[in-house]
């Protein structure tokens, strides 16, 4: 890769984990499917004006829209709402990468292979080591909605499969339609009439920045660089920097809120990054021993 599109992948995942921090300033003035609603609404416009549709399906733009929109983010945003580090959750979230293997094998027959297998084993054995600290109170809870968000994650992965090779960017920006009436309707029924009034009153400038920071910069800005990367070079020299996603959570949480992890979250978010790593790195390094 060149050296300048090595620092455009950096900066993906630098602006992705620092979207953490946006999630939990964000949480903390406007309540989680409101501001998830929010922040498509301003993610879809005015770029929908600007970015021609990509030539693919309403189906599978709703069913994009609602995996990630209101799958993935609506109940992350309630898993910190509720407590989740978000260094932790920076790291858990990745285990969508797993459950896309495993959806890609139920819905398209892709076999996972051994590395795969082996790494998704030492992943969720490492969530099993931060769920024993978790199995009493409250703290159980976030947790599990952290790793429901990844399995949306992983279906919005198949959405996005079956697309094909579209333009991402139109992708996404159009998908971005669907998430708002859906969030609004539920932040409407869960969350009360008296949601949005209550934003007005509360939300300060570094609110409204976090609504920003989610909707251009981690959205538009993010997905539309990765698309383009993975457009010019091929997954695997690009998949690895996602690995900085959740080593920048974690600093943020750490820098700026002061977040402290226990012995368990230590060993168990080791073992995760261990099989996020044994998933990226480990074919190849058998390929490599297979051709020397």
Known sequence: MAPRDILLAVAVALVWGLSFLAIRWGVDEVSPLLLTALRYLFAALPAVFFIRRPKVGWPILLGYGLAIGVGQFGILFIAVKLGMPIGLASLVIQLQVFFTILLAFAMFGERPNVWQIAAAAIAFAGIGVIA??????????????????????????MAGKKAGRVDMLGFVVWSALVPPLP???????????????????????????????????????????WAWLLSRYPASQVSPFALFVPVAGIAAGAIFLGEQVTGHEIAGGALVFVGLLLNVFGPRLLARRAGA
């Open 132 to 157: 024993l600290e978790r199995l009493e109170g409250a703290a159980l809870l976030p947790l599990t909605l952290t790793i429901v968000a990844a399995v949306c994650w992983g279906l919005g992965n």
């Open 183 to 225: 969030l609004l309707a539920a932040s409407l029924i869960f969350e009360g009439s008296g949601a949005i009034p209550a934003a007005l009153e509360a939300i300060t400038w570094r609110g409204l920045a976090s609504i920003a920071f989610m909707s251009y910069a981690a959205t538009i800005f993010g997905f539309g660089a």
